[in-house]
């Protein structure tokens, strides 16, 4: 931003950069970022005939925004450096008002949940078919993300003794530690809880013999220490591979298609924002969404006089 001549404009976005880095501590990949975002917006000041801050409008503010390109995310960082660099010129009384304080952004589209089909979960999970003790753990774990809809950090956090049974009866409830630290319990399926029983009767042993020390981990990897949430997006990346599923995936697919499913089938909304471990039902009706989306496709697809 630096020219033979900088306008009061490019001096000030200089001090405001040095300001970030002297005073802030910001690395120095956001100064680069900062310093790139506020480069394109002087020089569109500059186009418009505006080289000092006292000159600036919240109308040419607002133009400026309406005339971004890129995705929604990208335009709320670019924006986001203008309203810094504004605010700072006034709390530092360089410019009399901040012509930002009622810009308007484009707002984030809303993301809908990917799901996968119930037939593409059964085509993960029983993929995983091996008797030995990689096998039988992945199988829990994919078995456990799935049912219970927990966030990868959750299952990775999970001690021996966080499955157990009500009364003594046999281990049928998982205790989750969500956001915040909150606990929560919910409810193993008969899928998961075989295939958890036999991971820890069968395969766990043997992998916790591989470690120096002892874990308290539900969860081990090779070594015989706790999973990572890499080590999970790699164990989810093989298994689908070897299904051969094709739609790129992560540990958060399999708690969207739990709760996708779970709504499909007629479960209460308030049910399955408890089993997420949503503060807001907000959040849960995001997946209300998807499966309108999926009844308008089907009825579409199959009703004789939905078209035509």
Not at 132 to 157: H, Q
């Amino acid at each position: 931003m630096n020219g033979a001549n900088p306008s009061p404009l490019q001096t000030q976005a200089e001090r405001f950069l040095r300001y970030l880095a002297l005073e802030r501590g910001r690395s120095e990949n956001t100064i680069a970022a900062y310093r790139s975002d506020l480069s394109g917006y002087l020089t569109w000041l500059s186009h418009q005939r505006v080289e000092s801050p006292q000159l600036v409008t919240a109308e040419l503010v607002q133009r400026f925004a309406s005339g971004l390109d890129g995705s929604p995310r990208t335009i709320q960082r670019r924006l986001s450096a203008v309203r810094s660099f504004h605010r700072f010129l006034v709390e530092d009384e360089v410019a009399p008002v901040d012509p930002t304080a009622q810009l308007t952004a484009p707002a984030q589209p809303e993301r809908l949940p990917k799901a996968l089909s119930v037939t593409q979960v059964q085509q993960l999970l029983e993929g995983v078919s091996g008797d030995d003790p990689m096998s039988l753990r992945d199988r829990a774990l994919l078995e456990v993300l799935y049912a219970t809809g927990a966030r990868v950090s959750e299952v990775t956090g999970l001690a021996v003794d966080d499955v157990f049974g009500a009364d003594g009866s046999p281990a049928q409830l998982l205790r989750l530690r969500g956001k915040g630290n909150k606990e929560r319990i919910v409810p193993l399926g008969s899928h998961a809880r075989t295939s958890l029983d036999a991971y820890v009767v069968r395969a766990r042993p043997a992998l916790a013999k591989n470690s120096k020390g002892s874990s308290a981990a539900l969860f081990l990897g090779a070594r015989g220490g706790a999973l990572s949430r890499q080590n999970v997006w790699l164990i989810l990346q093989k298994r689908a591979e070897g299904a051969r599923i094709t739609e790129r995936l992560s540990p958060h697919t399999l708690r969207h298609s739990c709760a996708t499913h779970l709504l499909q089938g007629g479960a209460d909304i308030r049910v399955v924002q408890e089993l997420l471990g949503h503060q807001s039902v907000a959040t849960t009706q995001i997946y209300t969404k998807v499966t309108i989306d999926t009844l308008k496709d089907t009825f579409y697809a199959a009703h004789p006089r939905a078209t035509g």
